[in-house]
DNA sequence: GCCGTGATGGCACTCAGTTCCCTCCCGTGG
DNA sequence: CCACGGGAGGGAACTGAGTGCCATCACGGC
Protein backbone atom coordinates (compact mmCIF):
# COMPACT_ATOMS: atom_id res chain seq x y z
CA UNK A 1 0.00 0.00 0.00
CA UNK A 2 2.75 2.05 0.64
CA UNK A 3 4.21 1.79 -3.05
CA UNK A 4 1.10 2.71 -4.21
CA UNK A 5 0.80 5.89 -2.06
CA UNK A 6 3.85 6.75 -3.14
CA UNK A 7 2.63 6.19 -7.04
CA UNK A 8 -0.10 8.75 -6.26
CA UNK A 9 2.31 11.05 -4.61
CA UNK A 10 4.10 10.91 -7.75
CA UNK A 11 1.14 11.29 -10.17
CA UNK A 12 -0.57 14.47 -8.33
CA UNK A 13 2.66 17.27 -7.40
CA UNK A 14 0.87 18.24 -4.27
CA UNK A 15 -0.90 15.45 -2.66
CA UNK A 16 -1.18 17.68 0.46
CA UNK A 17 -2.91 20.38 -1.14
CA UNK A 18 -6.02 18.42 -3.04
CA UNK A 19 -6.70 16.93 0.36
CA UNK A 20 -6.91 19.98 1.86
CA UNK A 21 -9.57 21.24 -0.65
CA UNK A 22 -11.36 18.28 0.08
CA UNK A 23 -11.56 18.43 3.12
CA UNK A 24 -12.31 22.07 3.38
CA UNK A 25 -15.46 21.36 0.73
CA UNK A 26 -16.36 18.37 2.88
CA UNK A 27 -17.04 20.83 6.19
CA UNK A 28 -17.68 23.99 4.19
CA UNK A 29 -20.91 21.82 2.46
CA UNK A 30 -21.63 20.18 6.39
CA UNK A 31 -21.53 23.37 8.32
CA UNK A 32 -21.10 25.99 5.94
CA UNK A 33 -17.83 28.48 5.60
CA UNK A 34 -18.29 30.77 8.49
CA UNK A 35 -18.95 27.98 10.88
CA UNK A 36 -15.76 26.08 10.04
CA UNK A 37 -12.18 27.09 10.81
CA UNK A 38 -8.79 26.72 9.45
CA UNK A 39 -7.90 24.45 13.07
CA UNK A 40 -11.13 22.03 11.95
CA UNK A 41 -10.12 21.90 8.27
CA UNK A 42 -6.00 20.89 9.23
CA UNK A 43 -7.59 18.17 11.58
CA UNK A 44 -9.90 16.35 9.34
CA UNK A 45 -6.81 16.61 6.45
CA UNK A 46 -4.46 15.14 9.29
CA UNK A 47 -1.63 17.95 8.70
CA UNK A 48 -0.27 20.84 10.71
CA UNK A 49 -1.74 24.06 11.02
CA UNK A 50 0.91 25.45 9.54
CA UNK A 51 0.67 23.82 6.21
CA UNK A 52 -2.22 25.21 5.42
CA UNK A 53 -1.19 28.68 5.11
CA UNK A 54 2.12 27.14 3.50
CA UNK A 55 -0.37 26.20 0.31
CA UNK A 56 -2.99 28.77 0.54
CA UNK A 57 -2.60 32.34 1.67
CA UNK A 58 -5.97 32.33 3.14
CA UNK A 59 -8.99 30.64 4.16
CA UNK A 60 -10.42 31.73 1.05
CA UNK A 61 -7.93 30.82 -1.18
CA UNK A 62 -9.15 27.03 -0.85
CA UNK A 63 -12.21 27.80 -2.27
CA UNK A 64 -10.55 28.99 -5.59
CA UNK A 65 -7.39 26.86 -5.59
CA UNK A 66 -6.94 26.86 -9.40
CA UNK A 67 -7.71 30.54 -10.52
CA UNK A 68 -4.12 31.52 -10.27
CA UNK A 69 -2.98 29.11 -12.60
CA UNK A 70 -6.25 30.08 -14.71
CA UNK A 71 -5.16 33.61 -14.74
CA UNK A 72 -1.07 32.88 -15.72
CA UNK A 73 -3.06 31.20 -18.71
CA UNK A 74 -5.20 33.85 -19.95
CA UNK A 75 -2.02 36.61 -19.72
CA UNK A 76 -0.12 33.71 -21.58
CA UNK A 77 -2.79 33.17 -23.98
CA UNK A 78 -3.09 37.00 -24.81
CA UNK A 79 0.82 37.69 -24.66
CA UNK A 80 1.20 35.01 -27.17
CA UNK A 81 -0.96 36.60 -29.31
CA UNK A 82 -0.09 38.11 -32.95
CA UNK A 83 -0.73 41.48 -34.17
CA UNK A 84 -3.25 39.56 -36.92
CA UNK A 85 -5.65 38.71 -34.81
CA UNK A 86 -8.86 41.18 -34.17
CA UNK A 87 -8.18 42.37 -30.55
CA UNK A 88 -12.31 41.71 -29.36
CA UNK A 89 -12.07 38.51 -30.31
CA UNK A 90 -8.69 37.67 -29.28
CA UNK A 91 -10.13 38.78 -25.62
CA UNK A 92 -13.44 36.93 -25.69
CA UNK A 93 -11.25 33.62 -26.43
CA UNK A 94 -9.25 34.56 -23.39
CA UNK A 95 -12.65 34.70 -21.79
CA UNK A 96 -13.72 31.22 -22.91
CA UNK A 97 -10.28 30.01 -21.27
CA UNK A 98 -12.21 30.76 -17.34
CA UNK A 99 -14.80 29.05 -18.76
CA UNK A 100 -13.46 25.76 -19.62
CA UNK A 101 -11.72 25.55 -16.30
CA UNK A 102 -15.39 25.97 -14.89
CA UNK A 103 -16.51 23.01 -17.37
CA UNK A 104 -13.71 20.59 -16.51
CA UNK A 105 -15.08 20.34 -13.19
CA UNK A 106 -18.99 20.38 -12.89
CA UNK A 107 -20.25 19.51 -9.74
CA UNK A 108 -17.08 21.65 -7.71
CA UNK A 109 -18.02 24.06 -9.84
CA UNK A 110 -21.48 23.93 -9.06
CA UNK A 111 -21.00 23.53 -5.16
CA UNK A 112 -18.64 26.42 -5.18
CA UNK A 113 -21.29 28.72 -6.99
CA UNK A 114 -23.69 27.71 -3.60
CA UNK A 115 -20.96 28.70 -1.10
CA UNK A 116 -20.38 32.21 -2.89
CA UNK A 117 -23.63 32.82 -3.83
CA UNK A 118 -24.62 32.97 0.02
CA UNK A 119 -21.14 33.96 2.07
CA UNK A 120 -20.37 37.94 1.64
CA UNK A 121 -16.59 37.26 2.09
CA UNK A 122 -16.36 34.82 -0.63
CA UNK A 123 -18.20 37.08 -2.93
CA UNK A 124 -15.62 39.83 -2.03
CA UNK A 125 -12.85 37.41 -2.73
CA UNK A 126 -14.34 36.38 -5.78
CA UNK A 127 -14.89 39.87 -7.09
CA UNK A 128 -11.05 40.44 -6.29
CA UNK A 129 -9.97 37.41 -8.50
CA UNK A 130 -12.65 38.69 -11.63
CA UNK A 131 -10.86 41.64 -11.06
CA UNK A 132 -7.67 40.17 -12.10
CA UNK A 133 -8.95 38.52 -15.33
CA UNK A 134 -10.87 42.34 -16.09
CA UNK A 135 -7.48 43.74 -16.07
CA UNK A 136 -5.49 41.08 -17.99
CA UNK A 137 -8.16 41.69 -20.52
CA UNK A 138 -8.11 45.57 -20.31
CA UNK A 139 -4.36 45.82 -20.54
CA UNK A 140 -4.20 43.28 -23.85
CA UNK A 141 -6.61 45.96 -25.20
CA UNK A 142 -4.99 49.14 -23.99
CA UNK A 143 -1.58 47.98 -25.56
CA UNK A 144 -3.47 47.16 -28.71
CA UNK A 145 -5.45 50.43 -28.78
CA UNK A 146 -2.26 52.61 -27.71
CA UNK A 147 -2.23 55.77 -29.57
CA UNK A 148 -6.30 55.68 -30.36
CA UNK A 149 -8.15 58.42 -29.09
CA UNK A 150 -9.74 56.79 -26.16
CA UNK A 151 -7.70 54.11 -26.61
CA UNK A 152 -7.94 53.04 -22.69
CA UNK A 153 -11.38 53.88 -21.98
CA UNK A 154 -12.51 51.86 -24.90
CA UNK A 155 -10.19 48.98 -23.72
CA UNK A 156 -11.85 49.36 -20.47
CA UNK A 157 -15.45 49.19 -21.40
CA UNK A 158 -14.93 46.31 -23.68
CA UNK A 159 -13.27 44.09 -21.35
CA UNK A 160 -15.84 44.91 -18.91
CA UNK A 161 -18.29 43.74 -21.73
CA UNK A 162 -16.69 41.32 -22.26
CA UNK A 163 -16.27 39.89 -18.26
CA UNK A 164 -20.13 40.91 -17.80
CA UNK A 165 -21.44 38.85 -20.93
CA UNK A 166 -19.26 35.69 -19.96
CA UNK A 167 -20.59 35.96 -16.27
CA UNK A 168 -24.47 36.00 -17.02
CA UNK A 169 -23.54 32.99 -19.49
CA UNK A 170 -21.61 31.28 -16.42
CA UNK A 171 -23.92 32.25 -13.83
CA UNK A 172 -26.88 30.64 -15.53
CA UNK A 173 -25.23 27.79 -16.39
CA UNK A 174 -24.41 26.86 -12.70
CA UNK A 175 -27.66 28.15 -11.68
CA UNK A 176 -28.60 25.05 -14.36
CA UNK A 177 -26.67 22.30 -12.06
CA UNK A 178 -24.04 22.17 -15.19
CA UNK A 179 -27.07 21.13 -17.42
CA UNK A 180 -26.86 23.48 -20.18
CA UNK A 181 -24.34 23.96 -22.87
CA UNK A 182 -22.12 26.39 -21.13
CA UNK A 183 -19.96 26.51 -24.41
CA UNK A 184 -23.29 27.66 -26.53
CA UNK A 185 -24.66 30.31 -23.88
CA UNK A 186 -20.88 31.85 -23.32
CA UNK A 187 -20.40 32.18 -27.53
CA UNK A 188 -24.19 33.74 -27.69
CA UNK A 189 -23.50 36.17 -24.68
CA UNK A 190 -19.92 37.07 -26.39
CA UNK A 191 -21.59 37.64 -29.29
CA UNK A 192 -23.43 40.31 -28.34
CA UNK A 193 -20.36 41.97 -27.03
CA UNK A 194 -18.50 41.83 -30.27
CA UNK A 195 -21.50 43.13 -32.51
CA UNK A 196 -21.67 46.14 -30.06
CA UNK A 197 -17.88 46.53 -30.27
CA UNK A 198 -17.01 45.35 -33.32
CA UNK A 199 -16.87 48.89 -35.28
CA UNK A 200 -16.32 52.75 -34.26
CA UNK A 201 -12.35 52.28 -33.32
CA UNK A 202 -11.11 49.19 -34.89
CA UNK A 203 -9.68 48.72 -38.48
CA UNK A 204 -13.05 47.01 -39.58
CA UNK A 205 -13.67 43.87 -37.82
CA UNK A 206 -14.33 41.24 -40.57
CA UNK A 207 -17.78 40.42 -40.23
CA UNK A 208 -18.62 36.50 -39.99
CA UNK A 209 -20.93 36.56 -42.58
CA UNK A 210 -21.88 39.87 -44.74
CA UNK A 211 -20.73 42.72 -46.34
CA UNK A 212 -19.10 45.76 -45.27
CA UNK A 213 -20.93 48.63 -46.16
CA UNK A 214 -20.84 51.75 -44.03
CA UNK A 215 -24.13 51.78 -43.02
CA UNK A 216 -26.28 54.60 -41.51
CA UNK A 217 -30.28 53.94 -40.54
CA UNK A 218 -32.36 56.49 -40.28
CA UNK A 219 -35.76 55.69 -38.32
CA UNK A 220 -37.85 58.63 -38.26
CA UNK A 221 -41.59 58.30 -36.45
CA UNK A 222 -44.93 58.48 -37.74
CA UNK A 223 -45.77 62.54 -38.33
CA UNK A 224 -42.27 63.80 -38.38
CA UNK A 225 -41.40 66.10 -40.79
CA UNK A 226 -39.38 65.42 -43.06
CA UNK A 227 -36.66 68.61 -43.11
CA UNK A 228 -35.88 67.03 -39.25
CA UNK A 229 -35.24 63.51 -40.79
CA UNK A 230 -32.74 65.06 -43.13
CA UNK A 231 -31.38 67.39 -40.35
CA UNK A 232 -30.98 64.10 -37.90
CA UNK A 233 -28.76 62.24 -40.75
CA UNK A 234 -26.51 65.44 -41.76
CA UNK A 235 -26.08 65.96 -38.09
CA UNK A 236 -25.46 62.07 -37.59
CA UNK A 237 -22.76 61.99 -40.41
CA UNK A 238 -20.83 65.08 -38.82
CA UNK A 239 -20.63 63.07 -36.04
CA UNK A 240 -16.81 61.19 -36.25
CA UNK B 1 -13.79 75.59 25.37
CA UNK B 2 -16.29 72.64 26.64
CA UNK B 3 -19.41 75.15 25.69
CA UNK B 4 -17.90 75.40 22.26
CA UNK B 5 -17.46 71.75 21.83
CA UNK B 6 -21.28 71.27 22.84
CA UNK B 7 -21.65 73.54 20.05
CA UNK B 8 -19.88 71.65 17.39
CA UNK B 9 -21.22 68.43 18.76
CA UNK B 10 -24.88 69.99 18.29
CA UNK B 11 -23.57 70.81 14.70
CA UNK B 12 -22.67 67.81 13.52
CA UNK B 13 -25.15 64.82 14.02
CA UNK B 14 -22.13 62.65 14.28
CA UNK B 15 -19.12 64.13 15.61
CA UNK B 16 -17.52 61.16 17.31
CA UNK B 17 -17.68 59.30 13.29
CA UNK B 18 -15.98 62.17 12.01
CA UNK B 19 -13.01 62.74 14.50
CA UNK B 20 -12.46 58.49 14.02
CA UNK B 21 -12.49 59.36 10.22
CA UNK B 22 -9.91 62.05 10.41
CA UNK B 23 -7.90 60.38 13.28
CA UNK B 24 -7.86 57.65 10.83
CA UNK B 25 -6.77 59.15 7.67
CA UNK B 26 -3.68 61.35 9.81
CA UNK B 27 -2.47 58.09 11.07
CA UNK B 28 -3.08 56.17 7.17
CA UNK B 29 -1.23 58.95 5.62
CA UNK B 30 2.00 58.71 8.14
CA UNK B 31 2.48 55.43 8.53
CA UNK B 32 0.01 53.02 6.06
CA UNK B 33 -3.00 51.36 6.40
CA UNK B 34 -1.66 48.15 7.30
CA UNK B 35 0.39 49.42 9.68
CA UNK B 36 -1.99 51.27 11.10
CA UNK B 37 -3.81 49.62 14.26
CA UNK B 38 -8.09 49.82 15.24
CA UNK B 39 -5.96 50.75 18.50
CA UNK B 40 -3.47 53.61 17.54
CA UNK B 41 -7.15 55.36 15.68
CA UNK B 42 -9.24 55.32 19.10
CA UNK B 43 -6.10 56.10 20.66
CA UNK B 44 -5.61 59.05 19.27
CA UNK B 45 -8.90 59.69 18.71
CA UNK B 46 -9.39 59.46 22.24
CA UNK B 47 -12.54 56.94 22.65
CA UNK B 48 -12.83 53.83 23.23
CA UNK B 49 -11.90 50.75 21.08
CA UNK B 50 -15.86 49.33 21.39
CA UNK B 51 -17.58 52.85 20.17
CA UNK B 52 -15.16 52.39 16.59
CA UNK B 53 -16.68 49.24 15.56
CA UNK B 54 -20.24 51.07 16.66
CA UNK B 55 -20.02 53.22 13.85
CA UNK B 56 -17.79 50.92 11.52
CA UNK B 57 -18.21 47.16 10.83
CA UNK B 58 -14.78 46.95 10.04
CA UNK B 59 -11.60 48.68 9.64
CA UNK B 60 -12.04 48.84 5.85
CA UNK B 61 -15.00 50.91 6.33
CA UNK B 62 -13.90 53.53 7.87
CA UNK B 63 -12.38 54.62 3.73
CA UNK B 64 -15.19 54.53 2.45
CA UNK B 65 -17.65 56.71 4.86
CA UNK B 66 -20.22 58.32 2.60
CA UNK B 67 -20.92 54.99 0.02
CA UNK B 68 -23.56 53.53 2.14
CA UNK B 69 -25.46 56.65 1.36
CA UNK B 70 -24.04 57.30 -1.65
CA UNK B 71 -25.40 53.86 -2.86
CA UNK B 72 -28.85 54.77 -1.10
CA UNK B 73 -29.66 57.44 -3.10
CA UNK B 74 -28.56 55.98 -6.63
CA UNK B 75 -31.43 52.72 -5.70
CA UNK B 76 -33.90 56.03 -4.95
CA UNK B 77 -32.47 57.42 -8.09
CA UNK B 78 -33.54 54.57 -10.14
CA UNK B 79 -36.51 53.51 -8.24
CA UNK B 80 -37.71 56.92 -8.84
CA UNK B 81 -37.35 56.69 -12.21
CA UNK B 82 -41.15 57.01 -14.75
CA UNK B 83 -41.11 54.27 -17.38
CA UNK B 84 -40.99 57.27 -20.30
CA UNK B 85 -37.13 58.03 -19.35
CA UNK B 86 -34.36 56.03 -21.58
CA UNK B 87 -33.17 53.26 -19.52
CA UNK B 88 -29.37 53.59 -20.43
CA UNK B 89 -29.33 57.34 -20.19
CA UNK B 90 -30.78 57.18 -17.05
CA UNK B 91 -28.38 54.57 -15.46
CA UNK B 92 -25.74 56.80 -16.98
CA UNK B 93 -27.43 59.99 -14.82
CA UNK B 94 -27.31 57.19 -11.64
CA UNK B 95 -23.46 57.01 -12.18
CA UNK B 96 -23.02 60.40 -12.12
CA UNK B 97 -24.57 60.98 -8.74
CA UNK B 98 -20.99 58.65 -7.72
CA UNK B 99 -19.11 61.41 -9.15
CA UNK B 100 -20.36 64.42 -7.70
CA UNK B 101 -20.22 62.53 -3.92
CA UNK B 102 -16.60 62.11 -5.26
CA UNK B 103 -16.12 65.92 -6.11
CA UNK B 104 -17.82 67.05 -3.36
CA UNK B 105 -14.40 66.36 -1.45
CA UNK B 106 -11.55 66.43 -3.50
CA UNK B 107 -8.92 65.98 -1.53
CA UNK B 108 -10.39 63.76 0.44
CA UNK B 109 -10.94 62.04 -2.58
CA UNK B 110 -7.53 61.84 -3.81
CA UNK B 111 -6.17 60.92 -0.45
CA UNK B 112 -8.46 57.89 -0.64
CA UNK B 113 -7.40 56.74 -4.33
CA UNK B 114 -3.44 57.14 -3.20
CA UNK B 115 -4.71 54.72 -0.51
CA UNK B 116 -6.37 52.34 -2.31
CA UNK B 117 -4.25 52.48 -5.52
CA UNK B 118 -1.35 50.84 -3.04
CA UNK B 119 -3.24 48.43 -0.33
CA UNK B 120 -4.70 45.44 -1.87
CA UNK B 121 -7.24 45.25 1.41
CA UNK B 122 -8.51 48.23 0.25
CA UNK B 123 -8.79 47.66 -3.34
CA UNK B 124 -10.78 44.66 -2.86
CA UNK B 125 -13.04 46.31 -0.57
CA UNK B 126 -13.68 49.21 -3.09
CA UNK B 127 -14.79 45.99 -5.93
CA UNK B 128 -17.05 45.22 -3.53
CA UNK B 129 -18.65 48.58 -3.05
CA UNK B 130 -18.31 48.82 -6.95
CA UNK B 131 -20.03 46.21 -7.89
CA UNK B 132 -23.09 46.64 -5.49
CA UNK B 133 -23.28 50.14 -7.46
CA UNK B 134 -23.12 47.69 -10.69
CA UNK B 135 -25.75 45.15 -9.02
CA UNK B 136 -28.10 48.49 -9.05
CA UNK B 137 -27.72 49.61 -12.40
CA UNK B 138 -27.99 45.85 -13.68
CA UNK B 139 -31.49 45.37 -11.70
CA UNK B 140 -32.80 48.26 -12.84
CA UNK B 141 -31.84 47.95 -16.34
CA UNK B 142 -33.26 43.70 -16.06
CA UNK B 143 -36.49 45.37 -15.14
CA UNK B 144 -36.94 47.52 -17.71
CA UNK B 145 -35.94 44.97 -20.30
CA UNK B 146 -37.96 42.12 -18.91
CA UNK B 147 -39.29 39.96 -21.74
CA UNK B 148 -37.04 41.26 -24.28
CA UNK B 149 -34.42 37.95 -25.79
CA UNK B 150 -31.54 38.34 -23.93
CA UNK B 151 -32.75 41.25 -21.34
CA UNK B 152 -30.89 40.14 -18.39
CA UNK B 153 -27.40 39.80 -20.79
CA UNK B 154 -27.83 43.48 -22.39
CA UNK B 155 -28.76 44.46 -18.76
CA UNK B 156 -25.85 43.32 -17.43
CA UNK B 157 -23.58 44.32 -19.80
CA UNK B 158 -24.04 48.00 -20.36
CA UNK B 159 -24.32 48.44 -16.80
CA UNK B 160 -20.48 46.50 -16.60
CA UNK B 161 -19.85 48.84 -19.42
CA UNK B 162 -21.70 52.22 -17.50
CA UNK B 163 -19.19 51.25 -14.14
CA UNK B 164 -16.28 51.30 -16.23
CA UNK B 165 -16.61 54.17 -18.46
CA UNK B 166 -16.93 55.92 -15.05
CA UNK B 167 -14.34 54.74 -13.13
CA UNK B 168 -11.90 55.32 -16.22
CA UNK B 169 -13.09 58.89 -16.16
CA UNK B 170 -13.09 59.24 -12.85
CA UNK B 171 -9.58 57.72 -12.09
CA UNK B 172 -7.91 60.00 -14.38
CA UNK B 173 -9.52 62.32 -12.86
CA UNK B 174 -8.35 61.30 -9.33
CA UNK B 175 -4.70 61.21 -10.88
CA UNK B 176 -4.72 64.76 -11.92
CA UNK B 177 -5.42 65.28 -8.39
CA UNK B 178 -8.91 66.98 -8.64
CA UNK B 179 -7.32 69.55 -11.48
CA UNK B 180 -9.70 68.33 -14.69
CA UNK B 181 -12.68 68.72 -15.20
CA UNK B 182 -14.64 65.38 -13.96
CA UNK B 183 -17.65 66.25 -14.93
CA UNK B 184 -16.99 66.31 -18.41
CA UNK B 185 -14.76 63.75 -18.64
CA UNK B 186 -17.73 61.30 -16.98
CA UNK B 187 -19.66 62.95 -20.14
CA UNK B 188 -17.53 61.97 -22.65
CA UNK B 189 -16.71 58.27 -20.98
CA UNK B 190 -20.67 57.89 -20.69
CA UNK B 191 -21.12 59.04 -24.34
CA UNK B 192 -19.09 56.62 -25.76
CA UNK B 193 -21.45 54.02 -23.44
CA UNK B 194 -24.24 55.18 -24.79
CA UNK B 195 -23.31 55.59 -28.55
CA UNK B 196 -21.89 51.70 -28.32
CA UNK B 197 -25.58 50.73 -26.99
CA UNK B 198 -27.88 52.78 -28.62
CA UNK B 199 -28.95 50.28 -31.43
CA UNK B 200 -30.27 46.94 -30.71
CA UNK B 201 -32.66 46.52 -28.02
CA UNK B 202 -33.36 50.63 -27.18
CA UNK B 203 -33.93 53.13 -29.65
CA UNK B 204 -30.61 55.92 -29.69
CA UNK B 205 -30.65 58.38 -27.64
CA UNK B 206 -31.77 61.85 -28.66
CA UNK B 207 -29.28 64.11 -30.10
CA UNK B 208 -27.58 66.78 -27.75
CA UNK B 209 -28.35 69.69 -29.80
CA UNK B 210 -31.28 70.17 -31.58
CA UNK B 211 -34.98 70.00 -30.30
CA UNK B 212 -37.71 67.26 -29.44
CA UNK B 213 -39.29 66.15 -31.93
CA UNK B 214 -40.37 62.72 -32.77
CA UNK B 215 -37.41 61.53 -34.84
CA UNK B 216 -35.34 58.60 -33.98
CA UNK B 217 -32.01 57.94 -35.54
CA UNK B 218 -29.96 54.71 -35.21
CA UNK B 219 -27.07 54.57 -36.13
CA UNK B 220 -25.18 51.05 -37.06
CA UNK B 221 -21.86 51.00 -37.31
CA UNK B 222 -19.50 50.38 -40.32
CA UNK B 223 -19.24 46.54 -40.67
CA UNK B 224 -22.67 45.34 -39.76
CA UNK B 225 -24.05 42.71 -41.70
CA UNK B 226 -27.30 43.85 -43.53
CA UNK B 227 -29.44 41.46 -42.06
CA UNK B 228 -28.34 43.16 -38.88
CA UNK B 229 -29.66 46.24 -40.12
CA UNK B 230 -33.01 45.12 -41.09
CA UNK B 231 -33.34 43.41 -37.58
CA UNK B 232 -32.69 46.81 -36.39
CA UNK B 233 -35.28 48.61 -38.24
CA UNK B 234 -37.50 45.60 -37.24
CA UNK B 235 -37.56 45.92 -33.87
CA UNK B 236 -37.13 49.80 -33.56
CA UNK B 237 -40.69 49.65 -35.43
CA UNK B 238 -42.27 47.42 -33.25
CA UNK B 239 -41.15 48.87 -29.93
CA UNK B 240 -43.93 51.72 -29.03
C1' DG C 1 28.74 8.97 8.81
C1' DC C 2 28.08 14.14 7.81
C1' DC C 3 25.84 18.06 6.06
C1' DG C 4 22.70 21.00 3.29
C1' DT C 5 18.12 21.52 1.72
C1' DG C 6 13.33 21.38 1.61
C1' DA C 7 8.97 20.03 3.52
C1' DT C 8 6.40 19.80 7.78
C1' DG C 9 4.79 20.41 12.69
C1' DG C 10 4.32 23.17 16.68
C1' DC C 11 4.28 27.27 19.47
C1' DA C 12 3.56 31.95 20.43
C1' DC C 13 2.32 36.34 18.86
C1' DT C 14 -0.49 40.30 16.60
C1' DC C 15 -4.63 42.09 15.34
C1' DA C 16 -9.52 42.30 13.65
C1' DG C 17 -13.93 41.64 15.23
C1' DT C 18 -17.42 40.03 18.86
C1' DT C 19 -19.66 39.27 23.37
C1' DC C 20 -20.82 40.61 27.66
C1' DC C 21 -21.13 43.77 31.16
C1' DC C 22 -20.24 48.05 33.35
C1' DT C 23 -20.71 53.23 33.91
C1' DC C 24 -22.38 57.66 32.89
C1' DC C 25 -25.66 60.88 31.24
C1' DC C 26 -30.09 62.67 30.62
C1' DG C 27 -34.86 63.01 30.60
C1' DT C 28 -39.31 61.56 32.85
C1' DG C 29 -42.57 60.53 36.14
C1' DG C 30 -43.74 60.03 40.80
C1' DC D 1 -36.16 65.59 45.11
C1' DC D 2 -35.52 61.09 43.94
C1' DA D 3 -36.20 56.75 41.45
C1' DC D 4 -36.16 54.77 37.21
C1' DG D 5 -35.09 53.59 32.39
C1' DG D 6 -32.84 53.74 28.22
C1' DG D 7 -29.24 55.04 25.21
C1' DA D 8 -24.32 56.17 24.38
C1' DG D 9 -19.86 55.03 25.49
C1' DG D 10 -15.98 52.31 27.86
C1' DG D 11 -13.56 48.17 28.78
C1' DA D 12 -12.17 43.27 29.70
C1' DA D 13 -12.08 38.87 27.71
C1' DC D 14 -12.70 35.84 23.96
C1' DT D 15 -12.48 33.72 19.03
C1' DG D 16 -10.19 33.10 14.87
C1' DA D 17 -7.17 34.42 10.87
C1' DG D 18 -2.64 35.04 9.63
C1' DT D 19 2.64 35.38 10.73
C1' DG D 20 7.37 34.49 12.58
C1' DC D 21 10.43 31.50 14.51
C1' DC D 22 12.41 27.31 15.44
C1' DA D 23 12.62 22.21 15.88
C1' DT D 24 12.13 17.97 13.39
C1' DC D 25 12.49 14.74 9.73
C1' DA D 26 13.46 12.87 5.17
C1' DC D 27 16.48 12.76 1.45
C1' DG D 28 20.46 13.12 -1.55
C1' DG D 29 25.46 14.28 -2.24
C1' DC D 30 30.26 13.92 -0.44
Redesign the interface.
Known amino acids: MSSSDKAEEAAAKPPMRDALVAAAFQLFLERGYEQTTVDDIVALAGVGRRSFFRYFPSKEDVVFPDHERCLADMTAFLAASGDEDEPVRRVCDAARLVLRMYAENPAFSVQRYRLTKQVPGL???E??VV?RYERALAAYLRARFAGRP?G???A??I???V???H???LRSWLRSDGKDDAGAAVD??LG??Q??????AGP??E???????????????????LW??V???E??LARD
Chains 1, 2 share one sequence.
Not at 195 to 200: C, I, K, L, T
Open positions: RAYLSWDTLRDVAAAVAANNAHAHVEAFAGPAARPAGDQEDVVVVVSRRGAPRVQEITT
